[in-house]
């Protein structure tokens, strides 16, 4: 009976062990050239168990139904060659991996706005996409990667074309075996018809929370109730959790008033701003079990040369924010 006992109260442990169990993940970023195992070091040094691997295609314009991918002129890490080996040096460090395939548009165009001039044009954007999104989710398969996510930003395509996603989720479900999540921008959430085709609802989470220059913890939090609200009914409504496919707010001032907006203005840096914004998100919520947790945005190969007291960009590295980071990660 005692060793009966016993045995129960650790299997009820190990289960509330999992499902409590959080993704403090980052997103890393494609890199140039190889990397080696040196340069996964750093992720493990902030505690993160999880990391966003992302690939890219690319399409010449918001009109183009012509996705190019894994062609010699892109960079190494997002091709699928990059894509694999950065993986396995993620996983050989016991990090583990959703692999986030995304779309680029020439000069940084909206992927969300993309839209096809006709129903021809749209059927070969949605064969060309297929073509793109299911060579990774063999690669997926292969490196037994634990989480796809089939798209990131892609509210017009989703909503008007929702027949060949909810198709699509099928095809990849007789290739991969793993769990799915789709990426979509925080104001379209509540707009994808296919979620509880998902594992996960994936929200990119760039919430316009304050206004102010440095806005407090006490003033961010407040400025997540209606957000957090909004996500706790979205989780009700399709029984699926919330995971941050992205979250992350910049070095800078009115972090949090705009946190999309990644337009290269100089100055005005504010790495108190960002300290603030990443507690406040952890401290609304971390704790709660309808919550998977985040990839914060971003992460970049080469730690040392990056970031720095004078970025005002969006990584944390070399940063205060990254030690806020580790502590973080640390707790969970």
Request: some cysteine; aromatic content about 12%; proline content about 4%.
């Amino acid at each position: 009976m005692g060793r009966f006992f016993i045995l129960l109260i650790c299997c009820i442990v190990t289960a509330c062990t999992a499902q409590t169990s959080k993704i403090n993940g980052v997103s890393f970023v494609a890199a140039p050239t190889p990397i080696n195992a040196t340069h996964i070091d750093p992720v493990v040094a902030v505690h993160a168990n999880w990391a966003a691997v992302m690939p890219f295609g690319f399409v010449k314009d918001l009109s183009s139904p012509t996705i190019v991918y894994n062609t010699e002129r892109q960079w190494w890490g997002e091709r699928i060659d990059g894509a694999q080996k950065t993986i396995e040096l993620l996983h050989k460090k016991g990090i583990k991996v959703m692999l986030k395939p995304q779309i680029w548009v020439w000069r940084g165009e909206f992927t969300g706005d993309i839209r096809m001039a006709s129903e021809t044009q749209w059927q070969q954007l949605e064969s060309s996409y297929a073509q793109f999104i299911l060579a990774y989710a063999q690669l997926a398969e292969t490196l037994k990667v634990p989480v796809l996510c089939i798209g990131t930003e892609l509210h017009t395509f989703v909503q008007q074309r929702s027949d060949f996603w909810q198709q699509l989720i099928k095809r990849i479900r007789t290739i991969y075996t793993g769990q799915l999540t789709y990426a979509e921008n925080w104001d379209q959430i509540a707009k994808v018809p296919f979620w509880q085709q998902l594992d996960y609802i994936g929200v990119d989470a760039y919430f316009p929370i304050a206004d102010d220059q440095t806005p407090t913890i006490a003033a961010l939090t407040e400025g997540w109730t209606p957000y957090k609200q909004r996500l706790q009914q979205l989780q009700q409504t399709h029984q699926r959790p919330i995971v941050f496919t992205e979250y992350g707010y910049r070095s800078v001032d009115h972090t949090a008033k705009a946190p999309w907006d990644a337009s290269h203005v100089e100055g005005s840096v504010n790495v108190q701003a960002q300290v603030n914004a990443l507690q406040a998100v952890h401290d609304v919520f971390w704790d709660e079990s309808w919550f998977a947790g985040g990839f914060l945005w971003k992460w970049f190969h080469n730690h040392t040369s990056v970031g720095g007291a004078d970025d005002n960009r969006f990584t944390v590295q070399n940063k205060p924010a990254e030690a806020l980071l580790k502590k973080l990660y640390a707790h969970d």
